[in-house]
């Protein structure tokens, strides 16, 4: 189990230590003692990655079945909610949150749901107003699984928050930990690249993702071995993993799925741009067409590679998508206009 790598790393944060070994719930930390790994020496940034609970720590009580019930949800979601899914039919395609939030939602840099109970509710740009955490989990049924927003009060909602929230136990409120965002890659100074993009996919992702990009669909037909990238089974235009920068960072640190991590990426920043220029290239593949006129009401709060017109700034739609991104982005340092993306 990833316990034991983790273990040392936990010993040089004590903070850490008490999170864990409360979470731990009278396991002794000291039995925690790890068998020591090179690999883990060597990896300071990984020194100070926040350690999720392990999920043997779940309480024996109606909690802790809320809180297996609902990483089950997230493990396993087409199964339950998606299009043939036994409890309800709210997903609109075959993609499960673990498509994406990996090892449900424990994997550092791996869209992993570490601070998402500690910094929710909060002000979203894209609806222009104050989310909650279910409200957040209902934006990703609708856009990347391209389905209809669950009940607020459903046992099946408050199973995955509640969950959530047991897997942050410890984050401060508001806070964020070491691992839970997306890592960083340096951008280009030209325009991300889908003809680059094309070789660097069949060279590290065709074998897996297939030729068209349509994935492996389980012999069940409900879930998938390895999930669509792009055609109207995969997410919507308006997901973040549509956004070229969003979907570098991810590729980046964690594609080929079962040779990089994020200590030890496989493609270069250069390669993980271009990749996820060609696998969100429109002009190239298909994907659901929603309605997206309502989006970020308040123009300027667009992330600089959300690239859906009207901008509130001078850059054309292409560079929105395509980068570069750093122009577009001291242009708005220089105007007072937020720079994220
Ligand atoms: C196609 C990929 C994809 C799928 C599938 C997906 N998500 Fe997401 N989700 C994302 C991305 C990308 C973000 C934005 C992360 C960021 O802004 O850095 C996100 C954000 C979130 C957040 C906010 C996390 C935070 O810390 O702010 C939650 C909660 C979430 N997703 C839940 C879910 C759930 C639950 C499902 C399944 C019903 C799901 N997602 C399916 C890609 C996906
Ligand atoms: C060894 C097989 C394999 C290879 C090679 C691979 N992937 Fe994946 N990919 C997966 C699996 C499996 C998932 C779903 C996550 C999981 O189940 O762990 C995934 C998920 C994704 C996702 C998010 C889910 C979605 O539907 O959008 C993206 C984006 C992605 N891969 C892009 C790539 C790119 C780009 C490459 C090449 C650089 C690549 N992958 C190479 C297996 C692979």
Same mark, same amino acid.
């Given at each position: ?60 009580? *109606? ?40 090892? *449900? ?141 969003? *979907? ?27 990749? *996820? ?65």
């Amino acid at each position: 189990m990833e316990r034991t790598s983790l273990s040392r790393r936990e010993m040089t944060m004590p903070r850490m230590v008490i999170i864990v070994c409360i979470a731990m719930l009278g396991v002794a930390c000291s039995q925690q003692q790890p068998a020591e790994t090179p690999a883990a020496e060597k990896s300071t940034a990984a020194d100070s990655l926040f350690v999720p609970p392990d999920t043997s720590t779940i309480p024996k009580n *109606a909690t802790g079945d809320l809180i297996r019930y609902g990483r089950e949800l997230l493990v396993n979601f087409p199964y339950y909610l998606g299009p043939k899914g036994k409890i309800g039919q709210f997903g609109g395609n075959g993609l499960g949150c673990q498509n994406c939030h990996l090892e *449900a939602g424990t994997r550092p840099y791996g869209l992993n749901y570490f601070s998402a109970h500690a910094r929710y509710p909060q002000y979203r740009a894209r609806e222009g107003k104050v989310l909650t955490l279910a409200d957040r989990v209902n934006n990703c049924v609708e856009r990347p699984l391209n389905g209809k927003p669950l009940p607020l009060d459903s046992k099946e909602m408050v199973a995955m928050v509640t969950y959530m929230q047991w897997l942050g136990k410890g984050v401060p409120v508001g806070g964020n930990v070491p691992g839970d965002k997306l890592k960083e890659i340096a951008l280009l100074d030209r325009p991300a690249d889908p003809k680059k993009g094309r070789a660097v996919y069949e060279q590290h992702c065709v074998r897996c993702h297939g030729d068209d990009g349509q994935g492996v669909l389980k012999e069940d037909g409900i879930a998938y071995v390895y999930p669509p990238l792009w055609g109207k089974l995969s997410y919507q235009p308006g997901s973040s993993m549509h956004r070229v920068i969003k *979907a570098a960072q991810f590729i980046k640190y964690n594609m080929p799925q079962d040779l990089a991590r994020w200590d030890k990426p496989v493609l270069t920043d250069e390669e993980a741009i271009d990749v *996820a220029a060609y696998v969100n290239d429109d002009h190239l593949h298909e994907r659901p067409q929603p309605d997206l006129t309502s989006e970020y009401p308040k123009l300027k709060e667009k992330p600089v590679d959300y690239y859906f017109p009207p901008f509130a700034d001078v850059f054309p739609q292409e560079q929105h998508k395509y980068g570069p991104f750093k122009p577009i982005m001291e242009w708005r340092k220089k105007n007072g206009h937020p720079t994220g993306y």
